[in-house]
């Protein structure tokens, strides 16, 4: 099985300008634990929930700075057709659980460990 088949293709994406509190609140009303930070349809970065904890752990007032401080730069991505296989060993080996996924130098989806999962304990039903 590929990534093309476990993958949402509806992504929450957001502006390198978009405040900590913004992209939390985003990211809640959306039930997603990551958002890609574009700027003219260019992937810059990714802005997860562990960004979110450590700007707070780091500094009281980081609800009102940009995501684009705390984002991890340039992430790793993936194509829809690389094996779920091959996801999963990098999200391990990397300790993540988010992997944009591109085709074509656009952004197509967005792979998670838990659309991983689900495939993995529920896929042969």
Partial sequence: MNVRHAMTPVLLTAPAGTTVAEAASLMAQRRVGSALVVEEEQLLGIFTERDIVKALS?????????????????????????????????????????????????????????????????GSS
């Fill in 58 to 122: 780091q500094d009281a007032l980081a609800i009102h700075q940009e995501i684009s401080h705390w984002m991890t730069r340039d992430p790793q991505t993936i194509t829809p057709e690389a094996s779920l296989d091959e996801a999963l060993q990098r999200m391990v080996s990397g300790n993540f659980r988010h992997l944009p996924v591109m085709e074509g130098g656009r952004l197509v989806g967005m792979l998670s460990m838990r659309d991983v999962s689900r495939l993995s304990v529920g």
